[in-house]
């Protein structure tokens, strides 16, 4: 079975730095999609990013940005410019290309912003 | 365009009773999901639905149950609550089979008591 894992519980960040939130997961799945959710205090959970696995250009979102690593199976999101918005928990999730699209998320991480 | 919308935000039970959670989409997505989440978990998946009239159990779907006789609804019941089952519930809906994207309600929390 495939899982998530998010070894950060917590993270702290000053404003206008820049962090780096880990994610690897497992699979034996040669197609498959991997997402970062930010979920704030109001507990929308909002997409942040997604990256196709058969695509070897990592995608970037304004100042959020991943760095893909097929073979190692890793999925960091790295935040630039932070601001006092992005503290938020967040969570990786996978889906499988070929499954009903459900997705299996980390237990994610807390990301707090010091002005 | 409403989205994804749930009802109700928060709700109380006492063991033993039942209820039913609503979610509703207005952007005709085959797909919808209902997912909980507890603290120090991310969400897990407890039944979905790939089309009106169809439903499956997700990771974890024992005391629950699902129906979906309308594209845009699909309900999620409680027959009969327990505190194990105190939590957040997120429904979920996506365009299709190839989109990639969930798009996610605002959340129900129930506490049982």
């Known amino acids: 079975a495939q899982t998530v894992t998010q070894s950060q519980p917590e993270m702290s960040v000053q404003e206008a730095e820049t962090v780096t939130l880990s994610c690897t997961y497992d699979?034996?799945?040669?197609?498959?999609?991997l997402f970062w959710y930010k979920q704030p205090p109001s507990r929308q959970m909002i997409l942040v990013i997604r990256q196709e696995a058969y695509k070897q250009q990592n995608a970037t979102e304004n100042r959020f940005s991943v760095n893909f690593q097929k073979a190692a199976k890793s999925f960091s999101l790295k935040i630039s410019d932070s601001q006092l918005g992005d503290a938020a928990m967040y969570f990786c999730?996978?889906?499988?290309?070929?499954?009903?699209?459900?997705?299996?998320f980390g237990k994610g991480t807390k990301l707090s912003v010091k002005p | 365009n409403a989205g994804v919308t749930q009802t109700p935000k928060f709700r109380v039970l006492k063991t033993g009773q039942s209820m039913t959670l609503l979610c509703a989409q207005d952007?005709?997505?085959?797909?919808m999901y209902w997912y909980r989440q507890d603290p120090g978990m991310g969400l897990r998946l407890i039944h979905y639905?790939?089309?009106?009239?169809?439903?499956a159990k997700g990771e974890v779907p024992d005391g629950y149950n699902v129906s979906r006789l309308k594209k845009q609804n699909f309900l999620l019941g409680l027959e009969s609550a327990a505190p194990s089952q105190t939590s957040v519930y997120f429904c979920a809906s996506r365009l299709t089979r190839v989109q990639e994207t969930q798009y996610f309600g605002p959340g129900t929390r129930l506490l049982v008591l």
């Open positions: 699979t034996s799945e040669s197609d498959y999609y």
């Open positions: 999730a996978y889906r499988d290309g070929g499954s009903q699209g459900n997705l299996i």
């Open positions: 952007m005709n997505h085959e797909y």
């Open positions: 639905s790939v089309g009106e009239g169809t439903t």
